[in-house]
């Protein structure tokens, strides 16, 4: 857990003093803690001292061994697969790399399942389908094409969907055009990205929900955030995975059809069929007896 997750969620009882240090942590993290003890508690309106019994009270050797932690976090979120690849160098194993790669998968995932309580999932759904109005879909890099899943099991549930895909400065148009009845749904993962952090803040501004998945070092994005769905992208690999983050995306849909399946049917039997009136798949394609019989077939060019 991060230092913001113990600070938000702690159920330690804080003085006034205290809880203002807390509230400056939180409203400026990780930069205000990474400056000395005296600025924090200047920032906070409280006395030095005050700044010593927090730290003490949150379980640290003073605010020096505090800012170690932060520090470590904080080179954690900023790591590239440069930085990974002397981090993570093969280790002999004996069970090889490709079974301890897979391992190192099903540990991140086992802890994705614990990472965000169980009613997050409910909130996601509600989000995602009762948003009356657009859904638009943003990610990074490689995130984005985790987005684009999303928007394609949406669209099985309901209209006004829009995936953004790879961000470029014209985009920064369809801004003009969101507003409160809107959700923005990001996928943002470490090493964040400037420009899809910088939409999300000012779709935010705007009034635009937001419904943010990310890593447990936490995007910027989480600060603004309506609902973040946290999940592990450790691996035994100099580049994160995102097999849980697709995992934990899914887990949503399980989740929507679970209690919204009956109610979009209709939508679902109406999108099949045009599909079979387009011969969209193999299975549209050819006839029941066909679909037992048939053979490869070649074209002629």
Same mark, same amino acid.
Request: proline residues 3%; without cysteine.
């Given at each position: 857990?991060?230092? &913001? ?37 200047? #920032? ?11 730290? $003490? ?11 170690? #932690? ?70 990074? &890099? ?16 309901? $209209? ?40 999300? &803040? ?84 050819? $006839? ?14």
């Amino acid at each position: 857990m991060s230092i &913001r997750e113990e600070l938000a969620n702690t159920t330690l009882a804080f003085t006034s003093a205290e809880e203002k240090i807390v509230q400056v942590l939180l409203a400026d993290y990780p930069m205000s803690g990474l400056g000395t003890a005296t600025r924090l508690a200047r #920032r906070a309106g409280v006395s030095d001292p005050s700044v010593t019994r927090l730290m $003490s009270k949150l379980g640290y050797v003073g605010f020096a061994d505090f800012q170690a #932690r932060l520090l470590t976090e904080v080179e954690s979120r900023l790591h590239s697969p440069l930085l990974m690849m002397e981090a993570k160098r093969p280790g002999g194993s004996s069970e090889g790399t490709a079974l301890a790669y897979f391992h190192s998968v099903s540990d991140s995932l086992e802890r994705t399942r614990t990472a965000v309580p169980l009613q997050a999932y409910t909130r996601a759904v509600n989000l995602l389908l009762e948003t009356k109005g657009q859904v638009v879909l943003l990610g990074g &890099r490689f995130s984005r094409h985790i987005a684009s899943m999303l928007a394609g099991y949406l669209l099985q549930f309901r $209209s006004g969907v829009r995936d953004i895909g790879s961000l470029s400065p014209a985009d920064f148009d369809l801004l003009i055009d969101l507003g409160k009845r809107d959700l923005l749904v990001v996928f943002d993962y470490r090493r964040y990205q400037s420009d899809v952090v910088s939409f999300a &803040r000012q779709a935010k501004e705007r009034g635009v929900s937001l419904l943010l998945f990310t890593d447990v070092w936490l995007s910027p994005i989480a600060d603004v955030a309506d609902l973040t769905m946290v999940a592990a992208i450790d691996a035994n690999s100099p580049f994160d995975t995102l097999a849980t983050a697709v995992a934990q995306m899914e887990t949503v849909f399980a989740h929507a059809l679970e209690g919204h399946g009956a109610g979009v049917r209709k939508r679902i039997e109406d999108i099949e069929k045009i599909r079979s009136a387009n011969a969209v798949t193999l299975d549209a394609a050819l $006839s029941p007896s066909d679909n037992e019989t048939a053979k490869p077939r070649t074209t002629r060019k």
